[in-house]
């Protein structure tokens, strides 16, 4: 069975400063990996996606996630980080038309 | 193009009472998934329907129930509601050709049951 974990409940970051929010996956076959973020009673906003080729995958809002098969990974990178980014961040793989999540990382942004 | 459309935004019912959640894809998608998201399960996939026929089912009782009419649009019912099924309910669109289509989610439904 599918699976994702996100190690990181909460993370807090300086306004500016970087980010990376972990990802790891456990999946039988070549993964198809999504980021969403979530703002407080909202959707599901996607931020990017994997499917295949390059592992470097550009988003939106000057997000990126690089894909580890190694490593089981799919990172998600900002380099600077705005307050506007504070929000809850969602990994997940899908497979057999289902969308398997992680719990989760809270993202706050300190000034 | 139109987002993926929710209806009702909130709900408030009673124990014991069923509801139906609605869901409009979009325009040209033929695959719906509803996941249910509650702060101590996470994000839990419910079923997913393709061109009016469930494809895939989650891990729920009985209760939960969906369809999906010939339009796309979806509904899924839920009867004699418990606390526990207090929720937001997310709708996700999607072509339906394969997962590398992608999925767009609506702004959920929030359930309260009392």
């Known amino acids: 069975a599918q699976s994702v974990t996100q190690p990181d409940i909460h993370i807090t970051v300086s306004e500016g400063a970087s980010l990376e929010l972990r990802c790891n996956y456990s999946?039988?076959?070549?993964?198809?990996l999504f980021w969403y973020v979530q703002s407080p009673g909202q959707g599901l906003q996607l931020l990017l996606k994997?499917?295949?080729?390059?592992?470097l995958v550009q988003g939106i809002k000057g997000f990126e996630a690089e894909f580890k098969r190694s490593q089981s990974s799919f990172n998600l990178r900002k380099p600077s980080v705005h307050w506007s980014d504070a929000a809850e961040y969602f990994c997940?793989?899908?497979?057999?038309?289902?969308?398997?999540f992680g719990k989760g990382t809270m993202l706050l942004v300190s000034p | 193009k139109a987002g993926v459309t929710q209806t009702p935004r909130y709900l408030i019912k009673t124990r014991g009472q069923q509801v139906t959640l609605s869901c409009s894809p979009i325009?040209?998608?033929?695959?719906v998934s509803w996941y249910q998201q509650t702060p101590g399960q996470g994000l839990q996939f419910l079923f997913e329907?393709?061109?009016?026929?469930?494809?895939n089912k989650g891990n729920f009782p009985g209760r939960f129930s969906g369809r999906q009419f010939s339009n796309s649009r979806s509904e899924m019912n839920v009867s004699t509601l418990e606390l526990g099924d207090s929720a937001l309910y997310l709708c996700?669109?999607?072509?339906?050709?394969?997962?590398?289509?992608?999925?767009?989610f609506g702004s959920g439904t929030r359930l309260t049951v009392v």
């Open positions: 996700a669109s999607s072509l339906g050709a394969g997962e590398e289509s992608g999925y767009t």
């Open positions: 999946y039988g076959a070549t993964p198809y």
């Open positions: 994997y499917f295949s080729g390059d592992t």
């Open positions: 997940a793989v899908t497979g057999y038309s289902t969308l398997t």
């Open positions: 325009s040209g998608h033929r695959s």
């Open positions: 329907y393709f061109s009016e026929t469930q494809r």
